[in-house]
């Protein structure tokens, strides 16, 4: 468990991490998600002990990181971009890290094995590619079989298949009851791992919730339909008390109602239809949606000298939609 109090990071005039309480769960998969610069890393630093809260607090199983004995058996992180040194081989870097954490040589080639990188152990990290050089961060991440697990941005880098195979691991880690906190600013990747989730805009909590809830209440269900009988379709869902709105391309967009009871009602009138639909707003629209909330709530909370950050992300949030 991780457990977060109020924590804070101002760098100057900037405050990367505003006030953020939540708490980590073993046995599932969390996500934490918010835009680049949101201070997902700046956070997952603090939680490591590697940068100082500003104010607020920071426990991994109730206990300071820098308390921990033996830290690497309690908790395991791949940072963004991390640094490995690339004069030694990965067998040895791996057990460099061992050797100071009081951790079994053994475990060494077991992590090589489980990140598939036992046939280049003795070759020099430093002529690892990207791919490569994630999959070692994640070997020592795992090196003392912690329960804790923390991975910043771990699909940066991997390649389509080293994609599934960290979605597959972190599943399995949090299936044997572990503690797994995951960022990336994609949406789309945090729909296809995270069980709970944690999203932050400007250093500030959006929300932190189940994956279901999160879309549920972030996003709205409707059924697109078109039909060349497009007036009469219209008159019969009104009728129905149906709430339609129109969109592009001649469709309706029918909220509340079910597509076998827009299918039926057609049938029963005649009414031939050419598409009918379900449509559920994915994440990565619940996401845009929540973080817009929060830009106009800070471009309505004042103007002030601040102003350029938020506008810089409307932008890309018009970008991306676009
Ligand atoms: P994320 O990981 O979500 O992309 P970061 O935690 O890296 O966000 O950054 C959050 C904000 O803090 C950004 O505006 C970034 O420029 C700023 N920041 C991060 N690290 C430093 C630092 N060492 N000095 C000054 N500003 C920093
Ligand atoms: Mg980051």
Redesign the pocket.
């Known amino acids: 468990m991780i457990e977060l109090e109020g924590l804070t990071?101002r760098?100057?005039e900037?405050l990367?991490?505003n006030n953020l309480t939540f708490t980590v769960r073993p046995g599932m998969v969390t996500g934490f998600l918010?835009?680049?610069?949101?201070?997902?890393?700046?956070?997952?630093?603090m939680m490591l002990g590697l940068?100082r809260p500003t104010a607020g607090d920071v426990r991994i199983d109730g206990e300071h990181y820098d308390r921990l004995k033996d830290p690497l058996k309690y908790i395991g992180a791949l940072l963004?971009a991390q640094a490995v040194h690339g004069g030694r081989s990965a067998y040895n870097h791996l057990l460099c890290l061992a050797q100071s954490n009081g951790i079994p040589r053994r475990r060494v080639a077991e992590v090589l094995e489980t990140v598939g990188l036992t046939a280049v152990a003795r070759k020099k990290a430093k002529g690892f590619s990207l791919g490569m050089g994630q999959r070692l961060g994640i070997a020592g991440a795992l090196l003392g079989d912690p329960r804790i697990l923390m991975f910043?941005?771990p699909v940066n880098g991997l390649d389509p298949e080293g994609i599934h195979w960290i979605r597959n691991l972190m599943k399995a880690l949090a299936a044997e009851g572990r503690t797994v906190f995951v960022?990336s600013?994609l949406m789309s990747e945090m729909a296809l791992t995270a069980e709970h989730l944690v999203v932050?805009g400007q250093?500030r909590l959006l929300a932190d919730t189940s994956m279901a809830d999160f879309i549920a209440r972030n996003s709205r269900s409707y059924v697109r339909v078109r039909s060349p009988q497009r007036e009469r379709l219209l008159d019969v869902l009104h009728e129905a008390g149906i709430v339609v709105v129109e969109s592009g391309a001649g469709a309706l967009e029918a909220d509340g109602a079910k597509a076998e009871q827009i299918g039926e009602l057609a049938a029963r009138h005649q009414i031939v239809l050419h598409e009918l639909s379900p449509q559920t707003a994915s994440l990565e629209e619940a996401f845009m949606q929540l973080t817009a909330e929060s830009v106009e709530y800070h471009a309505h909370a004042g103007p002030g000298p601040q102003a350029p950050?938020e506008s810089q992300w409307g932008e890309s949030w018009e970008r991306s939609r676009s």
């Open positions: 990071k760098y100057g900037k990367a991490v918010g835009p680049n610069g949101a201070g997902k890393s700046t956070t997952m630093r940068d963004d910043d941005e960022s600013h932050i250093g950050p």
